[in-house]
């Protein structure tokens, strides 16, 4: 089976940086994508892990760590627009860009 | 390029009634899918069409739920008789042929939000 856990809820300040956590376990992995939700919009993608390290896309980036079994978004100066839900989601191997998804953490940036 | 699209974007519907729910992936792209984000959990997979033919279609909740995808374009996901549990919103998205676009992302509709009463 597979199980995706990140924390519910977060919150930051304008202007901070924020690490948010993402732990799987899945049989045959083939990528970890973090996508952004805001409330009654459409999930968009963020960013796409598939080899251990990390990748930088502006003011995001994400970590990965395959033999942990670990990923990390992590937002730097962060705006009151950041205010959102993110989705971390593992996509297995030979599942046709299937993805499973955690349930979310709802991230809080306040003035 | 229009994105994927989604209509109704809410039902609110009696329990025992139908409901068709309609996405429209973006054009070109072969891979359509169905999920589903009940009240406080995580969007869970339904199915999967590659073209017109169901690739995977073991996220199924039960033999209430009919997807189609005839001609390989827009799709449908009708809900007949609706329970109560059936409330949530439902997620289309889409994707081009693997191998195409360097990560293979989906791209997502806004959601269909069904409330059954």
């Known amino acids: 089976g597979q199980n995706i856990d990140q924390p519910t809820e977060m919150t930051a300040t304008e202007g901070a940086i924020v690490q948010i956590n993402c732990t799987y376990q899945?049989?045959?992995?083939?990528?970890l994508f973090w996508y952004q939700q805001h409330a009654g919009e459409a999930p968009t993608f963020l960013s796409y892990?598939?080899?251990?390290g990390l990748e930088e896309k502006g003011r995001f980036s994400s970590f990965l760590s395959r033999s942990k079994g670990y990923s990390y978004l992590l937002l730097k100066e962060l705006q009151m627009k950041d205010s959102a839900s993110y989705l971390c989601a593992v996509r297995r191997s030979g599942g046709y860009n299937k993805l499973i998804f955690g349930a979310g953490t709802r991230l809080a940036v306040h003035p | 390029e229009a994105g994927v699209t989604q209509f109704p974007s809410h039902s609110v519907i009696e329990k025992g009634q139908t409901v068709t729910l309609r996405c429209d992936p973006i054009s070109g792209h072969d891979n359509l899918y169905w999920y589903r984000r009940v009240m406080g959990k995580e969007i869970k997979f339904l199915l999967h069409?590659?073209?017109?033919?169901?690739?995977?279609e073991s996220g199924m909740p039960n033999n209430r739920f009919l997807a189609e995808r005839t001609g390989g374009t827009y799709s449908t996901l009708k809900v007949q008789p609706a329970e109560l549990e059936d409330s949530g919103v439902y997620f289309c998205?889409?994707?081009?042929?693997?191998?195409?676009?360097?990560?293979?992302?989906?791209?997502f509709g806004e959601g269909s939000r069904l409330t059954v009463l």
């Open positions: 998205a889409s994707s081009p042929r693997p191998g195409q676009g360097p990560t293979g992302e989906l791209f």
């Open positions: 899945t049989s045959g992995f083939n990528g």
């Open positions: 892990n598939v080899l251990d």
């Open positions: 069409f590659v073209k017109e033919s169901k690739q995977d």
